[in-house]
């Protein structure tokens, strides 16, 4: 994970990302003094806001999503592959494209809590912590980081299948949009292709809403797959 997290790039989408949810909190109607529990349900509501919603698909794809294309571009591979096998290659790189999707939310998410927590908590009447919510709060992050870790995955795909980079970076924009207008205009009932429900999940996920868990880890692994074939075949070739 170091590789990953030397990346300048990993950091900057965090960085956006946290503005997006930050801001989602700054320009609430806060009234004080708060009501004991707010700054968990102003915190739950940033994440599902619209912006944080327009943000995923682009800040999912920045720090990893096209490091093949730039990888072969300045023949960077050759040497990293002469360093380790092939497919060792294949299995760090789809899980770092992954992870990079996935921490770019988590470390916003993180730090826009505790944000929140130090500043908003204290504004608050005295009461007790309100557990169930931040439980919910806690879901809703990991959701936003699993669909940002499918996302960066699939960039991935494309970016190996293309070896370009504006389609590594514009084709899952393009899909994730897609989606939403399908489901709005001529899909209403398929709610489960809506990226608004994967990160909201208030249908019918089965008990306990273990279906929507269960979507995340099908369709990743899906992603990864696809990706690892891809490159294993590109691989052969250098």
Request: proline letters at 3%; hydrophobic letters at 55%.
């Amino acid at each position: 994970m170091g590789e990953l997290f030397r990346e300048k790039t990993l950091w900057a989408a965090s960085a956006v990302c946290c503005l997006a949810i930050a801001a989602g909190i700054l320009f609430s109607n806060i009234k004080l003094p708060l009501a004991a529990g707010s700054f968990i349900k102003l915190y739950e509501a940033s994440l599902r806001s619209q912006a944080v919603l327009f943000l995923i698909p682009i800040a999912s794809v920045l720090s990893q999503g096209a490091v093949y294309v730039k990888e072969i571009s300045n023949g960077f591979i050759k040497f990293y592959i002469m360093r380790i096998s092939r497919m060792d290659y294949i299995k760090r790189k789809t899980v770092l494209i992954y992870a990079g999707g996935f921490f770019s939310f988590f470390f916003a998410g993180i730090f826009v809590f505790l944000l929140a927590f130090f500043c908003l908590y204290p504004l608050e009447v005295k009461g007790a912590m309100d557990w169930e919510g931040l439980k919910k709060a806690a879901f809703c992050l990991l959701r936003i980081c699993l669909a940002g870790g499918l996302l960066s995955e699939i960039s991935g795909v494309f970016s190996v299948l293309f070896r370009n980079y504006y389609m590594a970076y514009g084709l899952p924009f393009v899909c994730y949009y897609f989606l939403i207008i399908l489901k709005e205009r001529y899909l209403p009932g398929m709610y489960a292709m809506d990226p608004a429900e994967w990160i909201a999940a208030e249908s019918n996920w089965g008990t306990n809403g273990w279906g929507i868990w269960a979507f995340f880890f099908l369709f990743s692994a899906v992603a990864a797959c696809l990706h690892g074939l891809l490159l294993y075949v590109r691989l052969k070739e250098i």
